[in-house]
């Protein structure tokens, strides 16, 4: 039997991928080489020193996880840990004390609690989207890690990324710009990396393409990532993905990969010469917000690669997509163990 919880009076079936004020939000600060307790809170707005590393040198990094009503009435977060290690990764790149695992998810729990009005009943297609943040705070005028840190985390409802949802966009290829450098941060979820990427997706927006293809930035001619995810390929009946140090590594990509091993596929994961592509079966650009967003077609240069008829995703696409939503609102069996429930009192 379904719970029965309080829920705020939202047209949930209709939600945009933005912010929508929620209860409460959680900030934990660092000090004197240790982090505070974290306190819920109920202000948007943050107090920050003029001379904070976060303004002027970047040191930021955040993450983003979603949280799901099951369709047996549970709260559930997909795979926090996860989120948690690799923000641990991004902290250690840009010299920001690590946040412990077990306060990361303490973090989600506690936020996700004081908000559970706000998560989209199951079957609305919806989900609480949870957003971590860390930035340096203490006042530092010449280049050099912060010497205080903030932690937070806020909820917010969503909607899909894109406004119609699990439908097939085109790519274009940019090679005017690139979003990360060789041996830089992209494999690291920092805002510089998607700061580098507006000029890119703005460009690729005003020729008509939803999102951009960027190549390595080193020799392009590799595939590196969409603007906003991983790159995935169907050739047969193998899973490809690319291989790359500028490359954010997805946990929605590598929860497909697992999935993709179980349903009988073969997966790989090497560097994707951007000629290649036009021989593939489908592709798709996959992350947490979209999940996965099929690709009917990239432009390249003077060439067109088509995959799939611009209404209706390919089959083995589609196949992983109903899999992996389902799997998160326990309509499926979840074998692999990435659902982490939360307790609402």
């Known amino acids: 039997m379904q719970t029965q919880r309080e829920k705020s009076k939202l047209d949930w079936q209709n939600l945009p991928f933005g912010y929508i ?15 505070s307790e974290g306190e819920l809170s109920t202000e948007e707005t943050i107090p920050i020193h ?23 009435g549970r709260i559930v977060a997909f795979r926090p840990d996860e989120n948690a290690k690799r923000m641990q990764r991004s902290c250690e790149r840009i010299f920001i004390p690590e946040v412990p695992v077990d306060m990361f998810i303490e973090a989600v729990d506690r936020v996700v609690a004081a908000n559970a ?27 050099g890690p912060a010497d205080e840190y903030v932690f937070i985390v806020f909820v917010t409802p969503v909607g899909p990324y894109y406004k119609g949802g699990f439908k097939p966009v085109k790519a274009l290829v940019v090679e005017q710009y690139d979003r990360a450098a060789p041996n830089g941060v992209g494999d690291c979820k920092v805002g510089g990396n998607y700061a580098a990427g507006l000029r890119g997706g703005e460009y690729a927006k005003k020729k008509g393409f939803p999102i951009p293809l960027y190549l390595d930035p080193k020799e392009k001619k590799y595939v590196d990532e969409f603007g906003t995810s991983n790159f995935i390929a169907i050739k047969g009946n193998t899973y490809l993905t690319p291989e790359s140090n500028s490359i954010l590594p997805s946990i929605t990509n590598k929860s497909l990969m697992d999935i993709a091993s179980l349903l009988g596929m073969n997966v790989e994961k090497r560097p994707i010469a951007i000629d290649e592509v036009e021989h593939f079966d489908e ?19 003077d060439k067109v690669f088509k995959f799939c008829d611009e209404e209706k995703a390919g089959p083995v696409i589609t196949k992983l997509y109903e899999y992996l939503t389902k799997l998160q609102t326990g309509e499926i069996k979840d074998t692999f163990g990435w659902l982490h429930e939360i307790t609402v009192k």
């Open 50 to 72: 003029i001379a904070a590393p976060g303004l002027h040198y970047g040191q930021q990094a955040f993450e983003g996880l979603k949280v799901f009503e099951t369709v047996d």
């Open 117 to 143: 009005r706000f998560v989209p009943p199951f079957g609305t297609g919806a989900s609480l989207y949870v957003r971590p943040v860390i930035y340096g705070a203490g006042a530092r005028v010449g280049l």
């Open 283 to 301: 592709v798709g650009a996959v992350g947490t917000a979209a999940v996965i967003t099929p690709v009917c077609s990239i432009h390249y240069r």
């Open 21 to 35: 004020k929620t209860d409460y939000n959680i900030r934990y600060f660092y000090k004197d080489g240790k982090w």
